[in-house]
C-alpha cells in the first residue's frame, strides 16, 4: 500500500533527521550559531510533521479514504487516494492545505494516488 509505504519512509526519514539534531544540539563543540541553526531546524521539522499530520487527518475526515501530505519551505505536496478527483474535492482538499499551512494555493501540488 503506498500510503503505508510513505508514512513508513517518511517517519524513518523524520527519525534520522531528529537524531542528527539532537546530536548537534548536544555536542559541546557547537557554536552558539550553529547550536541555534539545529534548534530552528528541529522546530521547523515538529511543526511541518504537525502541518502534516492535521492536513492529512481533516482530508480524511471529508470522506477519502487517505492521504499523504509532505511539507517543505514553500511546497506543499498532497496525494489522495482515489482514482480521479472532481473540481470540487481539489478545491476543498486545497482549502485544508491553505488554511492549515498557511501556503498559498500556487504552492500547493494535488496529486491522485493508490
Given at each position: 500500500?503506498y500510503?503505508?509505504?510513505?508514512?513508513?519512509?517518511?517517519?524513518?526519514?523524520?527519525?534520522?533527521?531528529?537524531e542528527?539534531?539532537?546530536?548537534?544540539?548536544?555536542?559541546?563543540?557547537?557554536?552558539?550559531?550553529?547550536?541555534?541553526?539545529?534548534?530552528?531546524?528541529?522546530?521547523?521539522?515538529?511543526?511541518?510533521?504537525?502541518?502534516?499530520?492535521?492536513?492529512?487527518?481533516?482530508?480524511?475526515?471529508?470522506?477519502?479514504?487517505?492521504?499523504?501530505v509532505?511539507?517543505?519551505?514553500?511546497?506543499?505536496?498532497?496525494?489522495?487516494?482515489?482514482?480521479?478527483?472532481s473540481?470540487?474535492?481539489?478545491?476543498?482538499?486545497?482549502?485544508?492545505?491553505?488554511?492549515?499551512?498557511?501556503?498559498?494555493?500556487?504552492?500547493?501540488?494535488?496529486?491522485?494516488?493508490?
Amino acid at each position: 500500500d503506498y500510503f503505508a509505504t510513505f508514512r513508513d519512509d517518511r517517519e524513518q526519514v523524520r527519525k534520522l533527521e531528529m537524531e542528527y539534531l539532537d546530536e548537534v544540539i548536544a555536542a559541546s563543540a557547537s557554536d552558539d550559531e550553529t547550536l541555534a541553526d539545529a534548534q530552528g531546524q528541529k522546530l521547523t521539522l515538529v511543526e511541518n510533521m504537525e502541518k502534516e499530520f492535521t492536513v492529512e487527518s481533516l482530508i480524511k475526515a471529508k470522506g477519502f479514504e487517505d492521504a499523504a501530505v509532505t511539507f517543505h519551505a514553500g511546497t506543499v505536496n498532497v496525494v489522495v487516494k482515489a482514482d480521479e478527483l472532481s473540481d470540487k474535492q481539489v478545491a476543498q482538499i486545497l482549502e485544508i492545505t491553505k488554511k492549515e499551512t498557511g501556503e498559498p494555493a500556487e504552492n500547493i501540488k494535488v496529486m491522485t494516488g493508490k
